[in-house]
């Protein structure tokens, strides 16, 4: 380890900074942000250090670098494009044995900067020892993802509770086995969400060993049209917590792959004519393995209030006092439209967009049929695979040409994505012809015509 890596306190500390471009902008915002009082040394400045400097966020000290300035700094950096200069600022501050950064040149240095994630008062910093700054940067992204926004105010809530929690549990172990119980499920998702006065209650009860909090929780969960690069961080987040997943065939089966391994899963079906548990068994499955104490997550395709009964699952949870939270996902309509490159709306063929579901019921699709054949209009139809036929021909008899457009959409956004463009008259024989299976939908409408110059992501994809 070439560099031993510590946080330095800066609050009200004298800090200079020798140049006044680009570069001395972001490392006077990191020293900004970190409290220091700034001095900047540069001829001329930057618009926006100069707007700092107009704001009294900083001191400007418009004259070229004297060692004499050095004084006693706290920090130095040196960010300027004149490399005597920047050596110049190095030797004056190692022989005052003040810490000094100069930017890009790690010989010249006694510190480095790392990249930093700021969750603060959580900091994450990632460095290569100045080798490959561009590697530490990469890291750093691929952690902002994994970090959640919400975990600097969880940090802040944990602080708070601190000493409370120290004169509670005098031992260490039990002290870090508390946290580690108190800093994952429903009490953290809710200092994460902002629920403050709840986290407050669960907190205490934790503390008093209250055991109603030790009751689980649900987590309704969108995991969006199929991809598994289009769930939200939450989702997959909660994912990998859970302690059970109940899921059913709309779930693609890289989406499980995601899950934590050692989480037990449960199908409980949801296909067409195939409910291996009906909704009412499966709403009081929740409850049972909540009140079990298990975290549930209750996998859905797209978003859970879309046509996902999610409403229904959640009254559910409510009315048992179970604790839930919801996490939207983007839904199979926005998903497989972006993916066959059909634009839901469009200034010239579309002004406004309708989601329905085609389901059968004793046979037959009721629709709000005059509703839907308006002009300037996309339909998309969920769950109308089974009843095409009909509802083509409703599109039809209510008025719709049958040369208008509209197309067939297979396992939307994922490898196995087919799409098949026609019209209402050929819609049906379309899905007999390619044996299109679900989960698929349905896109009427101008827009429609639009795919075959639009398609990015093309897999399978046939006009008939």
Not at 219 to 234: H, Q, S
Not at 271 to 279: F, I
Not at 337 to 353: E, K, W
């Amino acid at each position: 380890m070439d560099y031993f890596p510590i946080f330095v306190k800066l609050e009200g500390a004298p800090c200079l900074l020798v140049g006044g471009g680009e570069v001395a902008l972001r490392k006077a915002r990191l020293l900004l942000d970190a409290g220091a009082r700034l001095t900047v040394v540069a001829p001329e400045l930057a618009p926006e250090l100069a707007e700092l400097a107009g704001a009294g966020r900083l001191r400007h000290l418009p004259a070229r670098f004297d060692p004499a300035q050095i004084g006693t700094q706290r920090l130095v950096v040196a960010a300027t494009c004149d490399a005597a200069v920047n050596r110049a600022v190095s030797d004056a501050a190692q022989a005052a044995n003040i810490p000094v950064n100069v930017v890009d040149a790690p010989a010249l240095s006694t510190y480095i900067t790392p990249a930093i994630i700021d969750r603060s008062p959580l900091v994450v910093a990632v460095s290569t020892g100045g080798a490959v700054p561009v590697l530490a940067r990469l890291v750093r992204a691929r952690l902002e993802s994994m970090i959640p926004a919400g975990f600097g105010r969880l940090a802040r809530f944990a602080g708070a509770w601190r000493e409370r929690v120290k004169v509670r549990f005098a031992n260490v172990d039990e002290r870090r086995a508390f946290w580690e119980a108190a800093l994952q499920g429903p009490l953290a998702e809710s200092v994460m969400a902002g629920a403050d006065a709840d986290a407050g209650r669960q907190m205490q009860a934790l503390i008093d060993q209250d055991v109603r909090w030790h009751a689980g929780c649900v987590y309704l969960v969108g995991a969006g049209p199929g991809n598994p690069d289009l769930l939200t961080f939450r989702a997959l987040r909660l994912m990998q917590q859970a302690d059970v997943v109940l899921y059913d065939k709309l779930i693609a089966p890289e989406l499980l792959e995601l899950v934590r391994r050692d989480a037990e899963r449960v199908y409980v079906g949801k296909a067409r004519a195939d409910h291996t548990l009906p909704q009412d068994d499966i709403n009081a499955l929740m409850v049972r393995l909540a009140k079990d104490g298990r975290r549930v997550l209750r996998l859905k395709g797209g978003d859970p209030f879309t046509f996902g009964r999610g409403g229904e699952e959640i009254a559910t949870l409510a009315a048992e006092g179970i604790p839930f939270e919801v996490v939207p996902g983007i839904t199979s309509a926005s998903g497989a439209a972006a993916y066959a490159g059909i634009p839901l709306t469009h200034r010239d063929h579309a002004q406004s967009v309708v989601f329905v579901t085609g389901h059968l019921k004793d046979g037959s699709v009721g629709l709000d049929w005059p509703a839907l054949v308006r002009p300037q209009q996309t339909v998309v139809v969920y769950m109308g695979l089974s009843g095409i036929k009909e509802l083509a021909e409703g599109f039809m008899q209510h008025g719709k040409p049958g040369s208008t457009p509209a197309a067939l959409i297979e396992s939307a956004t994922t490898e196995r994505q087919r799409v098949f463009t026609g019209t209402l008259e050929t819609l049906a024989e379309l899905a007999r012809a390619h044996a299109v299976k679900s989960p698929a939908l349905i896109i009427v409408g101008e827009v429609v015509q639009l795919s075959g110059a639009l398609a990015w992501f093309r897999r399978n994809e046939e006009a008939g």
